[in-house]
């Protein structure tokens, strides 16, 4: 078993790290917010100081943070872990971010003589709670074959996408589908709305149909359907449309670089913007069909 600095105790990182735990790690957790970091010592892990403290005496860094920003900033600015971390540390950040902060920060890393993986996670708040995220592993194979052992304790697919930055890809590409994905079942579901076909009929028949998908299947943005999607819960994230619509936005930075249309995609990226803007961000992302429902002030909705 590995002793690992985990840094990063939010929705994800938090159940992340309790699986680690219950898998036999050992643990030294850091967060910015204090409350999260007392939470996983109540449940044997040590606290830590500060992410640089994290990542002393440990085997291996997990880093779940909210964006590239906060990875550089933790791994290069002032958390250090690159510079102050013992040399063949196994680095492994699980954040969504920009591929160019992520391949540079891999290229310091290595630089420096550690293996850095980046393994951006799907599944949501119930996968990490449940350990059975898919983890997209951009790395080299010497780091994926020491960082699978660790994966393997908070998701059930682990797949190795290539080189750094290609875990990203993956997230990216699968973000921009799922986007546009739930924003489809929704408008399904609202137009049944208008043509008296009741939800429960029409998820019943779609489910099973060709228009099956995770969005419809597991996470149906009406209530009633599928009983543990945020609808039931008045969009309580879940998976906040703050944090979709910066998927979303990393997607068509990498359209763009990449000279590919995306024009779902860019759509999508819109109307996540007007949702955020008008007081959808803190809510969850499936809660975009209140405002395509035209429900009123999105701000007082949530
Ligand atoms: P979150 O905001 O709940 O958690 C982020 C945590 O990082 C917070 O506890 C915050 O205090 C901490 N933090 C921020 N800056 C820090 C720093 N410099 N040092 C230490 N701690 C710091 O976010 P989340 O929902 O857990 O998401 C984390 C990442 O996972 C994001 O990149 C997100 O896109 C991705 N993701 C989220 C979901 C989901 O359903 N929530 C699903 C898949 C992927």
Redesign the pocket.
């Known amino acids: 078993m590995t002793t690992i600095g985990f840094?990063?105790?939010?929705?994800?990182?938090?159940p992340m790290a309790r699986n680690l735990i219950k898998a036999g790690h050992s643990l030294k957790v850091?967060?910015?917010?204090p409350a999260?970091v007392a939470a996983l010592v109540k449940e044997g892990a040590k606290a830590a100081k500060s992410?640089t403290d994290a990542a002393t005496g440990v085997e291996a860094v997990v880093t779940?943070?909210?964006?590239g920003p906060?990875v550089h900033?933790?791994y290069l600015g002032?958390?250090k872990i690159i510079a102050t971390a013992p040399k063949g540390t196994l680095l492994i950040d699980?954040?969504?971010?920009d591929v160019a902060t992520i391949r540079a920060v891999n290229a310091a890393a290595a630089e420096a003589g550690h293996d850095m993986i980046d393994g951006?996670?799907?599944?949501?708040?119930g996968g990490?709670a449940a350990g059975t995220l898919t983890i997209m592993v951009g790395g080299t194979e010497r780091a994926f074959v020491r960082a699978k052992p660790i994966l393997e304790g908070m998701g059930r697919n682990v797949i190795h996408a290539g080189g750094p930055g290609n875990g990203q890809a993956a997230?990216l590409c699968n973000n921009m589908m799922l986007a546009i994905e739930i924003i489809g079942v929704c408008e399904g579901f609202l137009l049944a709305e208008k043509l008296g076909l009741d939800a429960q009929k029409l998820y019943d028949i779609a489910s099973t149909a060709t228009s099956q998908c995770w969005a419809l299947n597991s996470y149906c943005p009406v209530p009633g359907p599928v009983p543990a999607s945020p609808a039931n819960n008045n969009y309580k994230?879940?998976?906040?449309a703050a944090?979709m619509l910066?998927?979303l936005k990393l997607s068509q930075e990498a359209a763009r670089d990449a000279d590919v249309a995306t024009p779902l995609g860019a759509a999508a990226t819109a109307l996540y913007g007007l949702f955020a803007q008008s007081g959808g961000a803190p809510a969850d992302f499936s809660g975009i069909i209140r405002m395509l429902r035209g429900e009123g002030k999105v701000g007082d909705l949530f």
């Open positions: 840094i990063g105790l939010g929705n994800m990182g938090g850091f967060d910015v917010a999260p992410a779940m943070l909210p964006a906060q900033d933790v002032a958390g699980c954040t969504t971010a951006p996670v799907s599944g949501g708040v990490a997230k994230a879940g998976f906040t944090m910066k998927d």
